[in-house]
C-alpha cells in the first residue's frame, strides 16, 4: 500500500533552517509529481511546493520563493523540503502528497504530516 512518512519537522527558532524528508513507498515514486503543503492551527491547508516526477520543474507558494527549496533523490524514493530564514508563521504541521491520475481516476495520498514551530 501507499505510505508517505515524513520526518525533520521540530522546533527552531526564527532565522534558522530545517530540512524536511518524506520517504515513499507503495508506488512507483520515479513517476509520481510530489508536494509538500503546510496547515497552521485555524487556517486551510495550503500548498508549498510541487517538483515534477525527474525533478526537472518546481513550483513555489509565492510567498515562500526564496526561502524553500524543494528537492527529490528517486534512487531513495525521498521528497525533501529545505526551509531557510524560518519565520515564526511558517509554524504549522506539514504534509508530504503524492497525486496522480489513471485512466480519470484521481489517487491523492498524505502523510501522516510533521510539525516545524517557529519560535524563540
Known amino acids: 500500500q501507499v505510505q508517505l512518512v515524513e520526518s525533520g519537522g521540530g522546533l527552531v527558532q526564527p532565522g534558522g533552517s530545517l530540512r524536511l524528508s518524506c520517504a515513499a513507498s507503495g508506488f512507483t515514486f520515479s513517476k509520481t509529481a510530489m508536494s509538500w503543503y503546510r496547515q497552521a492551527p485555524g487556517k486551510e491547508r495550503e500548498l508549498v511546493a510541487t517538483?515534477?516526477?525527474?525533478?526537472?520543474?518546481?513550483n513555489y507558494a509565492d510567498s515562500l520563493k526564496g526561502r524553500f527549496t524543494i528537492s527529490r533523490d528517486n534512487a531513495k524514493n525521498t521528497v525533501y523540503l529545505q526551509m531557510n530564514s524560518l519565520k515564526p508563521e511558517d509554524t504549522a504541521v506539514y504534509y508530504c502528497?503524492?497525486?496522480?491520475?489513471?485512466?480519470?481516476?484521481?489517487?491523492?495520498?498524505w502523510g501522516q504530516g510533521t510539525q516545524v514551530t517557529v519560535s524563540s
Open positions: 517538483i515534477s516526477s525527474g525533478g526537472g520543474s518546481t
Open positions: 502528497n503524492a497525486l496522480w491520475v489513471i485512466l480519470g481516476y484521481t489517487y491523492d495520498y
